[in-house]
């Protein structure tokens, strides 16, 4: 069993930066993928970013390519997302998850983990 717990969510204006941060423990996630999702008020949940196992292969939304940045330090059992030139609509909450696939994946279904999210808002 693995947990994920995420962290550095909070309020920010637009155009400025946030890292996230998940933190798994229970199990090494050294040899899983990892995802990050994101969920608005009213609206589904919806992929972000994906990252493999050895960091090598990413994948992002189209609405954050070129602004967000998955990484992953598995030494450390732990997964970032770095976000530049944040907009009001990337307002949401933000979910870690853990596929137990070793490749990066965009398909929510594929992942098996997920964390409690943590509140990312931003003003305009």
């Known amino acids: 069993q693995v947990q994920l717990v995420e962290s550095g969510g909070r309020l920010v204006q637009a155009g400025g930066s946030l890292r996230l941060s998940c933190a798994a423990s229970g199990r090494t996630i050294s040899m899983y993928g990892m995802g990050w999702f994101r969920q608005a008020s009213g609206k589904e949940r919806e992929f972000v970013a994906a990252?493999?196992?050895?960091?090598?292969?990413?994948y992002y939304a189209g609405s954050v390519q070129g602004r967000f940045t998955v990484s992953r330090d598995n030494a450390k059992n732990t997964v970032y997302l770095q976000m530049d030139n944040l907009k009001p609509e990337d307002t949401a909450v933000y979910f870690c998850?853990?596929?137990?696939?070793?490749?990066?994946?965009?398909?929510?279904?594929?992942?098996?983990?997920w964390g409690q999210g943590t509140q990312v808002t931003v003003s305009s």
């Open positions: 998850a853990a596929t137990l696939l070793t490749r990066a994946t965009m398909i929510l279904r594929d992942y098996t983990y």
């Open positions: 990252i493999s196992w050895r960091g090598a292969t990413t």
